[in-house]
């Protein structure tokens, strides 16, 4: 089955810091592969997404590569800022097919310090 | 970007009662609705998938009569907890993606309900 692994967290940076999330994944097929990010007390937002291999995405500063020959889909940013403190799920779903489902990692605590 | 908004934001009851919680997608017609529950510092739980006019899919584990799910509309799917207990207290979440030639559109995640049951 699919499976998203995400590395240990938490993560404690200091602001303007370089951010690398590692996010590995299992899939059969070409699967879409997504970022969300959950500010205290709320939803999941989407942050970036990709759908096919060597495609990159990016949104507010943060980045991440679809990278099919080692299955990975690392999220970056170059200089992290306090207002970016939040868990970060990575994810991924079929792309074909209704009711494709999304596969989560376990998320991660991200701490920016000023 | 799409929205999604969930209500109540959150609710306390009484165990016993029934709670039930929106989930709308407000700028785009959803084909499918998924409902997550969420503990505290872990990932989501997936509970059930639904379209609508149909039956909602439960996964496993997931009581279906206990957690009723309606999606009455392309724009609306309901959850209703009945019976709550303590133990049922949790955030959940709601999403809505629509279905475009044969390939399943991202999911837009709804703000979320915490649920506490006294």
């Known amino acids: 089955g699919n499976s998203v692994t995400q590395m240990e967290g938490p993560v404690t940076l200091s602001e303007e810091a370089f951010l690398t999330i590692n996010c590995t994944y299992t899939?059969?097929?070409?699967?879409?592969l997504f970022w969300y990010v959950q500010y205290p007390g709320e939803g999941l937002q989407l942050l970036l997404k990709?759908?096919?291999?060597?495609d990159k995405g990016s949104n507010k500063g943060f980045e991440a590569t679809y990278r099919k020959e080692t299955t990975s889909f690392h999220l970056e940013k170059g200089s992290v800022q306090v207002s970016d403190s939040a868990v970060y799920f990575c994810a991924l779903s079929p792309r074909t097919g209704a009711n494709s489902k999304l596969t989560f990692g376990k998320g991660i605590t991200l701490s920016v310090r000023p | 970007g799409a929205v999604v908004s969930q209500h109540p934001s959150r609710v306390i009851c009484k165990s016993g009662t029934s709670v039930k919680i929106e989930c709308r997608s407000l700028d785009f017609q959803a084909t499918t609705m998924f409902w997550y529950r969420q503990f505290p510092k872990q990932s989501l739980m997936l509970m059930a998938t639904s379209n609508e006019g149909s039956k909602a899919t439960y996964e496993q584990g997931v009581e279906k009569d206990k957690f009723l799910i309606n999606h009455a509309s392309l724009t609306l799917s309901t959850l209703t907890v009945t019976s709550a207990h303590p133990e049922d207290s949790s955030f959940y979440i709601c999403?809505?993606?629509?279905?475009?030639?044969?390939?399943?559109?991202?999911?837009?995640f709804g703000p979320g309900t915490r649920l506490l049951v006294l």
């Open positions: 999403s809505a993606s629509a279905l475009a030639g044969g390939i399943q559109e991202t999911q837009y």
């Open positions: 990709a759908t096919k291999a060597d």
């Open positions: 899939a059969t097929g070409y699967p879409s």
